[in-house]
């Protein structure tokens, strides 16, 4: 497979920006490249593929498109009625497609789409503030738990929004298409200034 090159490559810099404050209001990282697979199944046989990769995976299929499930490195989220996107960081990738390579199109539409999106990591005490500059959602404890996602836009691009769990401040990952990345990116780094921010080194 290709290898996985970085969208942000020339917008990319190390360091604190905007603000100068200690410890920064809002942290930002880029993701290293995830194994990201969309699975299209058909509504008379979906059931049956959930639960051979729950089996399989030994992680539960979500039941709605509001919250993703996880176990170890492999994140699954329900992103329409028949459709899931599987995602697994680390060496775990070789497990995923040779799982999926054994599927027809008589059972679904296996595509892999790693390429097709950027993983930026916003954290930090006022990451709700940023991101409610550009999407009109409540990121409040009580209506935007921990493992929540949604889909939606921000800044005139799609994103899915994912909330990690934390112990301290609010984690969230945002996937964003990558011909967009540069562009959500820089107006990230524009609305996060006035909090305080940091960029830290890309993840390994």
Known sequence: MPEL????ASSYAVGAFGLKQEPPAVILRECAPRCLIQLSGWPDSFGLICERIT???????PVDCLTATAHENVTIFRVGPTRLWLVCGGDCGHRLRDFFAAFDATEAVVTEIDHSRTVIRVRGPEVRTLLNRGLPIDLENGAFPEHVFVQSVIHHVPVLVHRLPSQTDPVFDLYVPREYAVTFWEWLIEAAAPLGGRVEGKEA
């Open 55 to 61: 089996s399989h995976l030994a992680v539960r299929v």
């Open 5 to 8: 090159r970085s969208a942000l």
